[in-house]
């Protein structure tokens, strides 16, 4: 009987399951924005990504092109960018209704509402997929567990305006319509899907190529499913084509590695008419159903090979030395599992464990159609987290997919330890049932128990040290906004503070963290790690009319620690130089006005 109330999948809508989501999605709501207060009355980002969204979309409605998402106030103008202006609207679109509130508050309505909008399409989502293999009860149990997952939240809480949001739920409306009726409309729905996916993002297509190749394994199971692989392959690529146009104009004949280009497009296309010769066969055995996909897929892959073969590499692969060492492996949430935290690593593969033991008990007490469901999704969260493993910023999305198994498992666990007659194992079966809940947050608390009784037992990361001899370490990179009462001018910062610089001051900089300037980014980088003479020519050359940065964050015990005689390691340490002025800031934050030899006279003859 159990086995039945938990597995059952609904045959239509949920009666109450809409309420369901939005009572829980209230819930969260509230509590996710009373954590989050101070950030949003001070401007906290969250990530350097949230602040440089907000000029970028303030920007477009000041009257840059839909066309070009350039940073305009970087690098002297020339500061390409590759995002998408689909994540743009509904921030642009909040932030002109909330415009007669004035900057400050419809700034704020935006950071607030845009990501929680984004958390209850999610919770829509998870709920749907969940309805569809277990059953109404199950669903509003997955409802709950949702933003019990810190990966998950991590990406739609307020202030999170960046892009990683709308990726978790574009990958969720993609596999919701995977574990319906196998039509041509459902394979449709789930193509544009990811075609919106792959136009946010690129950081997308391992998982969107999972999910078609998880819809392709589902026709060579049952090719009965054909109509909907077709539908999703063809509309794949005829959404992604329609969508590169609209938002790239006249940029979208550009080759480009790190975002939708026509070699991607072109693979694209392959992939639909390859896929649609191999449905041909879907007569013959499994075998030969599977060597004509493998066919398939090889004539996708050898097409990008044949039209982009530098993207084969990869979009980082070109990046000078010194922003490879100094910034791009040190970006953590393009780093694999071992390099995170210990408890950030298990916060991000513990639910999708829970989650794919749920799936394979579903697997289990079912049969036909549901079975199928069951490993389809399953399938799809052993995929996600072996990507998640090696790039982390995939483990929201797997956590946001393991969800429905993990719910089906809690509600089991729920229903065996109600029916336990004593009242003291009870309590301890419901109990060992909640850690079901929030498994990943359960053993990162294990792991900070055991480094608090043994301190580095269950970590070989080095701790740096934090801040300088005599220097009080900044707070927040929010310290630096003082500059903004300076003269207007260009900023040579740190890349990780530039984009809060841009977004709360109207100082321009030279680069931020992005890969599209490296020779920007090397300027930087090279200027505080560079002895202070080097340092010299390469700020003037800049055009910087101040140096400013905050002491402690990441980035500048970085340059202080592998460079301890360069520039900021000696500025940090109080030295002075005869260009440099220094500037009383009131805070943590240092800053210098640079100064400029003296043009030399102009000879007589």
Same mark, same amino acid.
């Given at each position: ?54 000029? +970028? ?105 960046? &892009? ?53 394994? &589902? ?42 280009? #026509? ?69 953590? +949430? ?69 969800? #429905? ?5 809690? &509600? ?142 990441? +980035? ?50």
């Amino acid at each position: 009987m159990e086995a039945k109330e938990a597995l059952t999948p609904g045959a239509g809508a949920d009666r109450g399951g809409a309420r369901a989501v939005l009572i829980g999605w209230i819930i969260a709501a509230i509590v996710l924005t009373l954590a989050m207060a101070e950030p949003i009355m001070t401007l906290r980002f969250v990530d350097p990504d949230d602040a440089m969204r907000l000029v +970028e979309v303030r920007d477009w409605l000041g009257g840059q092109s839909w066309w070009d998402v350039a940073q305009h106030r970087l690098n002297r103008g020339d500061f390409p960018m590759h995002w998408s202006r689909l994540v743009d609207l509904p921030i642009a679109g909040v932030l002109w209704l909330a415009g007669p509130l004035g900057d400050g508050a419809a700034t704020r309505i935006a950071l607030v509402v845009v990501p929680l909008l984004a958390l209850l399409a999610a919770m829509a989502l998870i709920h749907r997929i969940t309805l569809r293999l277990a059953g109404g009860e199950v669903a509003r149990y997955a409802v709950l567990l949702a933003p019990l997952s810190a990966p998950l939240v991590y990406q739609l809480r307020p202030m999170r305006i960046d &892009h990683h949001g709308w990726q978790i739920v574009l990958a969720l409306a993609a596999v919701a319509p995977l574990l319906g009726r196998a039509t041509w409309r459902a394979g449709a729905l789930a193509g544009l899907a990811l075609a919106g996916l792959l136009t946010v993002s690129l950081e997308g297509m391992p998982i969107a190529a999972t999910i078609a190749g998880v819809a392709a394994l &589902h026709w060579a199971w049952q090719p009965a499913g054909r109509d909907r692989l077709l539908g999703l392959v063809w509309s794949l690529f005829l959404a992604a084509a329609v969508l590169h146009v609209a938002t790239r104009g006249p940029g979208s004949l550009l080759p480009s590695c790190d975002a939708m280009s #026509p070699a991607w497009l072109v693979m694209l296309g392959v992939a639909a008419g390859a896929t649609t010769l191999a449905t041909m066969v879907g007569r013959q055995s499994v075998i030969v159903r599977l060597v004509a996909l493998a066919a398939a897929g090889a004539a996708t892959a050898a097409t990008l090979a044949a039209s982009a073969p530098t993207c084969l590499a990869g979009p980082f692969a070109a990046l000078p030395p010194i922003v490879r060492d100094l910034w791009y492996v040190n970006v953590t +949430e393009g780093r694999p599992f071992w390099e995170q935290t210990p408890s950030w690593a298990m916060m991000t593969v513990g639910l999708p464990i829970v989650g794919l033991v749920g799936c394979w008990r579903g697997w289990q007490r079912t049969s036909g159609e549901a079975r199928l469901r069951w490993a389809t999704l399953a399938a799809l969260v052993a995929a996600a987290l072996g990507v998640a493993i090696f790039v982390n910023r995939a483990g929201a999305t797997a956590n946001a997919l393991a969800v #429905p198994g993990a719910a089906a498992l809690f &509600h089991a666990l729920l229903v065996r330890a109600r029916a336990v007659p004593r009242p003291g194992r009870r309590v301890a079966a419901t109990l060992a049932a909640m850690l079901v809940a929030s498994p990943g947050q359960a053993a990162a608390l294990g792991v900070m128990i055991a480094d608090a009784a043994i301190p580095g037992a269950t970590s070989n990361i080095p701790v740096q040290s934090v801040g300088n001899a005599g220097v009080r370490p900044c707070d927040r990179v929010g310290d630096v906004r003082v500059i903004g009462r300076l003269p207007a001018g260009i900023v040579f910062a740190p890349l990780d503070i530039t984009p809060d610089i841009l977004a709360t001051t109207h100082h321009r900089a030279v680069a931020g963290g992005y890969h599209r300037a490296p020779e920007a980014l090397a300027t930087v980088l090279t200027g505080f790690s560079a002895s202070p003479d080097a340092a010299r020519a390469i700020v003037l050359g800049s055009g910087a009319d101040y140096i400013a940065a905050c002491p402690g964050l990441n +980035e500048t015990d970085l340059y202080r620690d592998r460079y301890p005689n360069g520039l900021w390691a000696r500025l940090a340490r109080g030295e002075r130089f005869d260009w440099l002025v220094p500037i009383a800031t009131g805070t943590p934050a240092m800053a210098w006005r640079v100064t400029r030899p003296l043009p030399s006279p102009t000879r007589r003859p």
